[in-house]
């Protein structure tokens, strides 16, 4: 069993940076790829971002790639979605998912996906 808890999340205006946290607990993030998510209101919840167990590879969608960068502390259980040059259409909750997969990740797998935080909210406004 794996416990999420993800923090960090607030309100930011356009342009500025926040870091997200996901803390885990029960077992050790060594054997799981880990993914990020949001979901705006009213839209679909989309993958933003995924690394695999060891951190050596990551994944990003279009749409944050070059903005937002994930990493991972497994010697803390934690990771980490650095967000920077944000936008209004960033607004949604962000949500942290574990896959019990090492060496594997793809970004919209929400589907597959074996734990879930329960979300942490990033507003974007002037």
């Known amino acids: 069993q794996l416990w999420l808890v993800e923090s960090g999340g607030g309100l930011v205006q356009p342009g500025g940076s926040l870091r997200l946290s996901c803390a885990a607990s029960?077992?050790?993030?060594?054997?799981?790829?880990i993914n990020w998510f949001r979901q705006a209101p009213g839209k679909e919840r989309e993958g933003v971002a995924c690394?695999?167990?060891?951190?050596?590879?990551?994944k990003y969608a279009d749409s944050v790639k070059g903005r937002f960068t994930i990493s991972r502390d497994n010697a803390k259980n934690m990771v980490y979605l650095q967000m920077n040059s944000l936008k209004p259409e960033d607004t949604a909750v962000y949500y942290c998912?574990?896959?019990?997969?090492?060496?594997?990740?793809?970004?919209?797998?929400?589907?597959?996906?074996?734990?879930w935080g329960k979300g942490t909210l990033v507003t974007v406004s002037p």
């Open positions: 998912a574990a896959r019990n997969i090492r060496n594997v990740c793809v970004i919209n797998s929400y589907f597959v996906m074996d734990y």
């Open positions: 029960g077992s050790s993030l060594d054997y799981y790829s």
């Open positions: 690394i695999i167990s060891s951190g050596g590879s990551t």
